[in-house]
C-alpha cells in the first residue's frame, strides 16, 4: 500500500482544489491520502465528493487538518487525524487560527512593503482566494515580484521564516491543548515535521518526550525537510517514547516542488491511526 498522510489543497495552502487533490492522488497511485489543511476542514466535501465519482479506482481518504500551535515561542505543527470536525471545543480553536491569518498577512505585506518589496495585500488575497490565507501565498507574490527565485527561497531569516524580517506571529494553540482538544474530538495526533530546522528554530526532543506522556500519537519522520540522520534521530525519539512514526509529502501541488508519495507511511501504522480514532473513519471510494 501506498500511504500519504500530509497534503494540502486550495482549502489552505495548496494550488489542486480538493477535487483535484483526490484525482491526482489516484494519478500518482496511492491507495490512501489525507487531506490535512490548515486549521480548516473545509475540503472535506468536495473531496469526498471526488472520491464517490472515482468509484472503485480512488484512495482512501483520510479527513484531517494541520493545526498551528507555539510552545516557548517556537512555531510548530500538529497533524491531527480523523476527528470529529463538528467538535465544538476544537472548531472554535481552529476558527480563532483562521480568523488571525487575514490580518497577520496584511501584517506580513506591510512589513515587506517597509523593505521596498513590490507586494501588495490585493494580489496575496487574490492569490489565496477562498483557502486560508498564510506564508505560502505572500511567499508566492515575492516569486511573481521577482523578490526571490522560489516559494521556498522566501522563508528564510531575511524574509519569511519564523522571526525573519516581514514575519508577523498569529494565534496559535499550545500543542499540549492541541493533543488534548483533537483527542477530544475523537481524533489522532502526529507532530508534523518536528526535525525541520531550516523552517527555523524546532522544539527540543525532551518537549516531545513529555507530549508523548501527555497522549502525543506519533511523530511525521519520513519527510523532504528531514535528512537521514535527522530521521535516524527522530526514529530512535519515537522508539523511546512509544510513538508511532508517519511519513508524508506535505504535498502543496505547484506551490512547491514535492511530488504526492514523496515520502509514505507504513500500512500497519496507518491501520493503528484508523484503530484509535473514534471521532471519523477513513472513507473508501465505494
Known sequence: MRIDLHTHSTAS??????????RNAAAAGL????LTDHDTA???PAATAAL?????????LVTGAELSCRIGG????????????????LDRERELVRDDRVPRARG????????GVPVTWERVAQIAGDGSVGRPHVATAMVEAGVVDSVSAAFTPEWLANDGRAYVPKHELDPFDAVRLVKGAGGVTVF???????????????????????GLDG????????DEPTRARLRSLADESGLLVTGSSDYHGSRKTVALGACLTDPEVYREIARRATGAVPISAV
Do not use: N, W
Not at 464517490?52 to 482512501?60: A, I, K, S, V
Open 31 to 34: 491507495d490512501v491520502v489525507a
Open 192 to 214: 508534523a515535521h518536528p526535525g525541520a530546522h531550516k523552517r527555523g528554530e524546532t522544539v527540543p526532543e525532551a518537549v516531545i518526550a513529555e507530549l508523548a506522556a501527555a
Open 108 to 115: 506580513m505585506v506591510a512589513k515587506l512593503q517597509e523593505l
Open 52 to 60: 464517490r465519482e472515482l468509484g472503485p479506482g480512488g484512495p482512501t
Open 13 to 22: 495552502d495548496g494550488t489542486d482544489t480538493p477535487a483535484e487533490l483526490v
Open 42 to 44: 473545509g475540503g472535506y
Open 219 to 226: 511523530i511525521e519522520v519520513d519527510h523532504t525537510d528531514h
Open 74 to 89: 517556537i512555531s510548530m505543527h500538529m497533524l491531527a487525524y480523523l476527528f470529529d470536525p463538528a467538535e465544538p471545543e
